[in-house]
């Protein structure tokens, strides 16, 4: 074999070579594509995994932020009501205590009327009695306290009525107011105190 027979056999084994070598790396490039591309995959996964868990958690924060302005809410309204109530009622106690010293203004004023003496002294007596009970109910009225006499007529109510008893009266209709045994209050539209009446039957 000339020189040239070798010469060309060993250029075509080195380019055997060199094709051989460049496919081998364009498989490792293929490969290493092949392994940036899963990986991006797996990183894409886990984004996506987190996002959802980040988002959940947003989701768990915002309804607890809600529920939390919810309660705060209604905390605030019945705190308001509360303290509307306190200044509405918490005199109710109070004016319990006050409203059997008015009966019995109410019942001394009757019975010296009712005497009907001419004395100078008991006229004054009657005369300043009637002026203190004017201001006790004057008083009682801006706070605001609202009397529930009923006359003799009216029908019973149990909203604001307590019947003390029944008696059958001839002329009267069933269920009508015959006396007043004691009034009864309000304290802003609210009942503090029944009126005791005797109803007919």
Known sequence: ??????????????????????DTNNKDVDSNEEVVDELAALEAEELIARIKQVQAKADENWDVALRTKAEMENVRRRTEKEVTNARKFGIEKMINEILPV????????????DMDIEDESVHKIREGMELTLKMMVDALTKIGITEI???????????????????????????TIVAVMQKGYLLNERLIRPAMVMVAK
């Open 149 to 175: 006499a009923p006359e003799d007529g009216d029908a019973f109510s149990a909203e604001f009525h307590q019947a003390m008893s029944m008696q059958e009266i001839p002329g009267k209709k069933s269920n």
């Open 1 to 22: 074999m000339s020189d040239e027979q070798k010469a060309d056999e060993q250029v075509q084994e080195e380019e055997i070579k060199a094709q051989a070598s460049e």
């Open 102 to 113: 008015k009966d019995s203004m109410e019942l001394g004023l009757k019975a010296a009327i």
